[in-house]
């Protein structure tokens, strides 16, 4: 990607544009704390809005966010869905423990319309090798069943077998409820 745009960069975080217009992405690496400006996200956005049809977010990277990132993170992913429709790509688990357990004090419906978490990173269990394994799952391969959610069949990649879902799918898939305080 030559044309990558450096947003924000230091010693924990890294915030890299890739101007691909209509739907361009942010690509967010390293740790999201007290020190990572992301309001530069929300400027470069509103300059490009009137181009802008989606916003994708590459996350595979952001390995950390601590509880005042998440916080600052809201806020900007609030401002951003009033310009454009947000999709989230290889959300990983410490990301979507803080989104599910901030799920309750969002106003659920500025966020609920504007981000989609297409997919995430979900912890499986190999029988077979005894080792818990996480997997990169896409969100429309879950099942909903009235109130409860089934997380895909996932092959271990070490040895084949199928794997089962190691934690409650309910808790961890949270942020697919609609009412999160059901
Ligand atoms: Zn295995």
């Known amino acids: ?61 952001l390995t950390h966010i601590t509880t005042f990132g998440i916080e600052n993170w809201v806020k900007s992913a609030k401002q951003l869905s009033l310009i454009a429709p947000s999709s989230y790509h290889q959300v990983r688990e410490n990301f979507l423990d803080h989104w599910n357990a901030k799920m309750d004090f969002f106003s659920f419906g500025a966020l609920s319309k504007g981000i989609r978490l297409e997919s995430v990173e979900a912890p499986y269990f190999c029988s077979s090798c005894q080792k818990e394994r996480m997997s990169l799952i896409r969100t429309d391969d879950l099942k909903q069943n009235g109130d409860h959610t089934i997380a895909p069949t996932v092959s271990c990649e070490q040895c084949k077998v199928p794997m089962r879902f190691s934690w409650i799918e309910s808790e961890y898939f949270r942020f697919l409820r609609k009412h999160p305080s059901c």
């Open 1 to 61: 990607m030559s044309n990558t745009v450096l947003l924000f960069f230091s010693p924990d975080t890294k915030i890299e544009l890739e101007p691909s217009l209509p739907v361009p992405s942010i690509r967010v690496s390293g740790t999201i704390n007290e020190n990572s400006d992301l309001t530069i996200m929300t400027w470069v956005v509103n300059k490009l809005r009137n181009k802008v049809e989606r916003l994708n977010f590459e996350l595979s990277h």
